[in-house]
């Protein structure tokens, strides 16, 4: 089993910014696609933003490309999700998530989930 958790969210000003991080531990979780989904009130959980964890690779939804960032630290086994000039419909729960591969990750193929986090964003 492998537990992800996440933090970082919180209340901010639309065109703030925000850094979401989620931990990794137990099983093979060095060795495991992660990334970041988001689900509204109402609304379906979509893909933000995944990284390969063996490579550099990274793949964005089309609503945050030119204003998020994935980037992965292996050492602590932690991914990052820095979003900038957020808007109003940022505001969701954030939910960290791992996949066998970033191309499975990005496709809803998802082995873990963590727990969510808050990001409201306020106009």
């Known amino acids: 089993q492998v537990q992800l958790v996440e933090s970082g969210g919180g209340l901010v000003q639309a065109g703030g910014s925000l850094r979401l991080s989620c931990a990794a531990s137990?099983?093979?979780?060095?060795?495991?696609?992660m990334g970041w989904f988001r689900q509204a009130p109402g609304m379906e959980r979509v893909f933000v933003a995944g990284v390969g964890w063996t490579d550099s690779s990274t793949n964005y939804a089309d609503s945050v490309k030119g204003r998020s960032t994935i980037s992965r630290d292996n050492a602590k086994n932690t991914v990052y999700l820095q979003m900038n000039s957020l808007k109003p419909e940022d505001t969701a729960v954030y939910y960290c998530?791992?996949?066998?591969?970033?191309?499975?990750?990005?496709?809803?193929?998802?082995?873990?989930w963590g727990q969510g986090t808050q990001v409201t964003v306020s106009s």
């Open positions: 998530a791992a996949g066998p591969s970033l191309w499975d990750l990005s496709r809803g193929r998802i082995g873990y």
């Open positions: 137990g099983g093979t979780a060095s060795s495991i696609a």
